[in-house]
């Protein structure tokens, strides 16, 4: 199976099984997607990766919780 590290995402009343994503990533796509004026349940559609780049590079998004994920995913003993 493919290892995805943790902490992830535990059970909850719409998925009792848990939803087996990373919680640093979801909060860092949280926090662009705050940038961004929109949240999961609307205007995603309208997310723009080349402005959360911006907002990276500018120090507007933090990159604290992108950073820990890409230093797993990153990782070789990983793969």
Not at 25 to 54: C, G, P, T
Not at 56 to 74: P, Q, V
Request: aromatic share 14%.
């Amino acid at each position: 199976g493919y290892i995805t590290g943790g902490p992830l995402i535990g059970a909850a009343f719409d998925n009792e099984k848990g939803f087996f994503e990373r919680v640093d990533i979801v909060n860092q796509n949280d926090e662009f997607f705050r940038l961004q004026q929109m949240d999961w349940s609307s205007n995603v559609v309208h997310y723009d990766w080349e402005k959360a780049l911006a907002h990276k590079e500018s120090g507007e998004a933090t990159f604290k919780e992108g950073e820990r994920g890409l230093a797993f995913l990153n990782d070789s003993n990983n793969a």
